[in-house]
């Protein structure tokens, strides 16, 4: 079965930083476009960074310039590198792919369970 599992999130100060890295293990025929979102208490799950197997990347305007997302497809692995992260930053973050897993004809979204990131003094 088809799983992603999250790891990097935790307790940093403001302006500092932390990697998420997310790897998708199981059977699977493909993976297109990774990405991450995250949700703060009492707000909608947004999206923070996304990736396609090209390589094309786009970002939500509050983490440009701050967050770089990349890929390696050879290890089917998707980070999410966070630096001058911010208090707004706090929220937690699920990685995201679409996939087609072996044995099935459609692609459709798997999740990871999500990691807590909390920016604070």
């Known amino acids: 079965q088809v799983q992603l599992v999250e790891s990097g999130g935790g307790l940093v100060q403001p302006g500092g930083s932390l990697r998420l890295s997310c790897a998708v293990s199981?059977?699977?025929?493909?993976?297109?476009?990774m990405g991450w979102y995250r949700q703060a208490p009492g707000k909608e799950r947004e999206l923070v960074a996304s990736i396609t197997s090209g390589s094309i990347t786009n970002y939500a305007d509050v983490v440009k310039g701050r967050f770089t997302i990349s890929r390696d497809n050879t290890k089917d692995t998707v980070t999410l590198q966070m630096s001058s992260l911010k208090p707004e930053d706090t929220a937690v973050y699920y990685c995201?792919?679409?996939?087609?897993?072996?044995?099935?004809?459609?692609?459709?979204?798997?999740w990871g369970q999500g990691t807590q990131v909390t920016v604070s003094s």
């Open positions: 995201n792919a679409r996939i087609r897993p072996a044995g099935n004809l459609f692609a459709r979204d798997y």
């Open positions: 199981g059977g699977r025929s493909g993976i297109n476009t």
